[in-house]
């Protein structure tokens, strides 16, 4: 149980262009998920806390209109990252917090690698 | 906020010895801390995790202690095989809400 996928897996778009990245709690209904930001040979970054069926809370220098965030239902949540630059080039990963036996954990998704041209 | 820091950046163990990762947070608050291993490219995985009503948990090699008072908490695992080779991440979280990591450390097991 407790399976998050991501979809895609990967990206190549042109720099000026959005990408839309799904994340899905498969199992579960996930009323929070997370959205992490991990560039190579580094440590995860969050990016924004998603909410279902209201506003992410984005962290201190995110842009919250540049990586738009959709929590439209219990199982889905979406970043849309508008206008991409070379400098967004990252691996975009999310997680999804469930609640097992009485204590909250977080599962990842599988991450989708974007890389701008 | 809550900041992770985390040591060493890397570590290099013989096979079957034992490895020791080191965190510590600032934030008094936080009660869950979980500990990550990452495969180039792939997620995050769980290995284990501990909350802070206890001071010590244990899975077969691996192990995490947690002293609240000093504000770390560490990772051990032993009897170490090339397969442990990984980057490991620690972090910090209430109530398993946003997850602060540490920068993580690149175990390498060598045969």
């Known amino acids: 149980g407790a399976v998050v996928s991501q979809h895609p897996s990967w990206v190549i778009c042109k720099s000026g262009t959005s990408v839309k990245i799904e994340c899905r709690s498969l199992?579960?209904?996930?009323?929070?998920m997370f959205w992490y930001r991990q560039f190579p040979k580094q440590s995860l970054m969050l990016m924004a806390t998603?909410?279902?069926?209201?506003?992410?809370?984005?962290e201190q220098g995110v842009e919250k209109d540049k990586f738009l965030i959709n929590h439209a239902s219990l199982t889905l949540s979406t970043l849309t990252v508008t206008s991409a630059h070379p400098e967004d080039s990252s691996f975009y990963i999310c997680?999804?917090?469930?609640?097992?036996?009485?204590?909250?954990?977080?599962?990842f998704g599988p991450g989708t690698r974007l890389t701008v041209t | 906020g809550e900041n992770v820091e985390q040591h060493p950046s890397t570590l290099s163990v013989q096979e079957g010895d034992s490895a020791v990762i080191k965190c510590t947070y600032s934030?008094?608050?936080?009660?869950?801390f979980p500990w990550y291993k990452q495969e180039l490219g792939k997620r995050p995985q769980l290995i284990i995790d501990?909350?802070?009503?206890?001071g010590e948990k244990k899975d077969q090699r691996i192990a995490v202690t947690l002293n609240k008072t000093a504000k770390h908490f560490s990772l051990h695992i032993t009897e170490t095989q090339p397969e442990d080779s990984a980057v490991y991440f620690c972090?910090?979280?209430?109530?398993?809400?946003?997850?602060?990591f540490g920068a993580g450390t690149i175990l390498r097991v060598k045969s």
């Open positions: 997680s999804a917090r469930a609640q097992v036996g009485g204590e909250y954990e977080q599962y």
């Open positions: 199992d579960f209904q996930a009323t929070t």
């Open positions: 998603s909410n279902e069926g209201s506003k992410a809370t984005y």
């Open positions: 934030d008094s608050a936080s009660n869950y």
């Open positions: 501990i909350r802070s009503n206890v």
């Open positions: 972090a910090a979280s209430l109530y398993g809400n946003k997850l602060v």
